[in-house]
């Protein structure tokens, strides 16, 4: 399974339960000051941890033939290693509709409700108008959401030319924004330096000059017309033919949706037009920002020049929140109740993200892991509670004693 970005493992260590968002501090064995504390509204989160303590991992050995230590870069290498070949064997041993077709036909499914949801939208009635809403707005995120999450990590084929294909019609046509630009910020940046402060600890979702009930309940009705200025802006940063195809993506994209609503849903006039395309876009606009925030802002953050190994820095920075069968099929398993293993293994489909979901949570626990899972309800109460420090004020850096 390739891993990008993939550092070696940090040696094992067993998590204590701790506070939600403090900043945790890891610490070497014995440290009398290792204390827990329940996290907020008793979730489930494991290892936002006042204290963690490295230790010898179960069933593995505490250090080389004879006795001596096993040298730490060699102790980091071996935990991922051991990982990638248990998460190897599966890959291997799964066939082509495990590892693409199943999501591929989530795809497939929603393209061809699209007739469907702009045919309900021409009745005068409230019932099927509504359905319309619905289905074109479920269908828009998983087209905008799923299927571009998928192509930047070119999970969707095994073949890079047509990776680069399903890339530019998910994330430039349907999402209306550069290929290069959202590859570059969330597979290189957000991926390669999870939770490390200035790189990739999602500080680009924060708006800080926003209170807490607009952020969370009526800021996210403006991604649909936020995402395209942005995308507008990162585009001075690409070469003229990337722009110039963007653009075409962009427009033919907002042009089709535009002429389907006035010619097949029968809408008389742009502006009702132009309301219903903002209605339907921003249908799951606030799970989605709130899932792009509730999976790592609140967990130890780290400097760039000392943060964990690749396997800590995923534990420690990740979280996955429970199954949700809209969510699922909208947004992914690999970013609802996956997300730990997507940050793992990010080549992985949402579909084969579920099926090691199972080996990595047991790997992670046997070997005395963070692994963390909090729930929807939870994480927005803590949020709503304190907004201010995590959404405001610079995140606390996590002190790494005793395991670098």
């Known amino acids: 399974v390739p891993l990008e970005d993939g550092d070696p493992a940090s040696p094992r260590g067993r998590q204590v339960n701790g506070e939600v968002s403090g900043a945790p501090r890891l610490r070497g064995m014995g440290d009398p000051s290792l204390r827990g504390a329940t996290a907020p509204g008793g979730s489930r989160t494991e290892v936002m941890a006042e204290g963690w303590e490295p230790g010898p991992a179960l069933g593995d050995g505490d250090g080389t033939p004879g006795g001596a230590p096993q040298p730490a870069g060699q102790h980091e290498?071996?935990?991922?290693?051991?990982?990638?070949?248990?998460?190897?064997?599966?890959?291997?041993?799964?066939?082509?509709?495990?590892?693409?077709?199943?999501?591929?036909?989530?795809?497939?499914?929603?393209?061809?409700?699209?007739?469907?949801?702009?045919?309900?939208?021409?009745?005068?009635?409230?019932?099927?108008?509504?359905?319309?809403?619905?289905?074109?707005?479920?269908?828009?995120?998983?087209?905008?959401?799923?299927?571009?999450?998928?192509?930047?990590?070119?999970?969707?084929?095994?073949?890079?030319?047509?990776?680069?294909?399903?890339?530019?019609?998910?994330?430039?046509?349907?999402?209306?924004?550069?290929?290069?630009?959202?590859?570059?910020?969330?597979?290189?940046?957000?991926?390669?330096?999870?939770?490390?402060?200035?790189?990739?600890?999602?500080?680009?979702?924060?708006?800080?000059?926003?209170?807490?009930?607009?952020?969370?309940?009526?800021?996210?009705?403006?991604?649909?017309?936020?995402?395209?200025?942005?995308?507008?802006?990162?585009?001075?940063?690409?070469?003229?033919?990337?722009?110039?195809?963007?653009?075409?993506?962009?427009?033919?994209?907002?042009?089709?949706?535009?002429?389907?609503?006035?010619?097949?849903?029968?809408?008389?006039?742009?502006?009702?037009?132009?309301?219903?395309?903002?209605?339907?876009?921003?249908?799951?606009?606030?799970?989605?920002?709130?899932?792009?925030?509730?999976?790592?802002?609140?967990?130890?953050?780290?400097?760039a020049d000392r943060k964990p190994k690749r396997i800590h820095l995923m534990s420690l920075g990740v979280l996955n929140l429970p199954r949700n069968a809209l969510l699922d099929w909208s947004f992914g398993h690999s970013l609802i109740s996956c997300h730990v293993e997507h940050h793992l293994f990010p080549s992985l489909s949402d579909n084969m993200c579920l099926k090691i979901k199972p080996i990595v949570s047991q790997y992670l626990k046997q070997k005395k892991l963070p692994y963390n899972e909090d729930t929807y309800s939870s994480r927005l109460r803590l949020f709503l509670q304190r907004y201010e420090e995590l959404m405001v004020h610079a995140p606390p850096i996590t002190e790494l004693v005793g395991i670098q």
Request: glycine content about 6%; hydrophobic content about 50%.
């Open 77 to 303: 290498e071996a935990l991922m290693t051991e990982l990638s070949e248990l998460v190897q064997k599966v890959v291997k041993s799964s066939s082509w509709w495990e590892r693409h077709g199943v999501d591929i036909s989530i795809l497939a499914c929603s393209f061809l409700l699209l007739p469907a949801g702009f045919l309900c939208l021409r009745s005068a009635q409230a019932i099927p108008f509504l359905a319309g809403v619905l289905t074109l707005g479920v269908v828009h995120h998983t087209l905008t959401v799923k299927g571009s999450h998928l192509a930047s990590h070119n999970a969707l084929t095994e073949s890079k030319s047509w990776g680069k294909v399903w890339a530019i019609f998910f994330i430039e046509l349907c999402s209306a924004f550069t290929v290069e630009q959202a590859t570059y910020n969330h597979v290189k940046i957000h991926h390669g330096y999870t939770n490390v402060i200035g790189l990739g600890d999602s500080s680009t979702w924060k708006l800080p000059f926003l209170n807490r009930y607009v952020y969370m309940f009526i800021a996210p009705l403006a991604v649909p017309i936020l995402t395209p200025l942005v995308a507008l802006d990162l585009l001075r940063n690409v070469e003229w033919k990337a722009a110039l195809r963007t653009l075409c993506c962009m427009f033919l994209g907002f042009y089709c949706h535009y002429w389907l609503l006035l010619h097949v849903s029968g809408f008389q006039s742009p502006w009702s037009t132009l309301l219903c395309m903002l209605l339907t876009r921003s249908l799951l606009a606030h799970p989605y920002i709130h899932v792009n925030i509730f999976q790592h802002i609140g967990l130890p953050m780290f400097a």
